[in-house]
Nanobody, 115 residues
Framework: QVHLVESGGGLVQPGGSLRLSCAAS????????MGWYRQAPGKERELVAR???????VYADSVKGRFSISRDNAKNTVYLQMNSLKPEDTAVYYC?????????WGQGTQVTVSS
């Protein structure tokens, strides 16, 4: 069983910054990648960024240059640094961990960008 706990969401003004964290615990073997997805009201869940073992990172075009994903392997924790936030970044952000044979979701954390 794998458990993901996200933190760091909240309300921020346009142009501001937030840092999301996702800590994984449990029976974790052979992580392929960890990543962040988001879902805005009335929209489908979409990839924001993911970090892939030994390969690198992938970002959605809408966040390139503004968001940065990183990972602390010793802590099984992935971070999402979000800068220059825009109202259209408002969504519930979900962490996802993918292994060789399964994937797991966190419970989600709300990010609201509004003045």
């Amino acid at each position: 069983q794998v458990h993901l706990v996200e933190s760091g969401g909240g309300l921020v003004q346009p142009g501001g910054s937030l840092r999301l964290s996702c800590a994984a615990s449990g029976s974790i073997f052979s992580i392929n990648y960890m990543g962040w997805y988001r879902q805005a009201p009335g929209k489908e869940r979409e990839l924001v960024a993911r970090i892939i073992n030994g390969v690198g990172t992938v970002y959605a075009d809408s966040v390139k240059g503004r968001f940065s994903i990183s990972r602390d392997n010793a802590k099984n924790t992935v971070y999402l640094q979000m800068n220059s936030l825009k109202p259209e970044d408002t969504a519930v952000y979900y962490c996802r961990l993918t292994t060789t044979d399964a994937y797991y979701w966190g419970q989600g954390t709300q990010v609201t960008v509004s003045s």
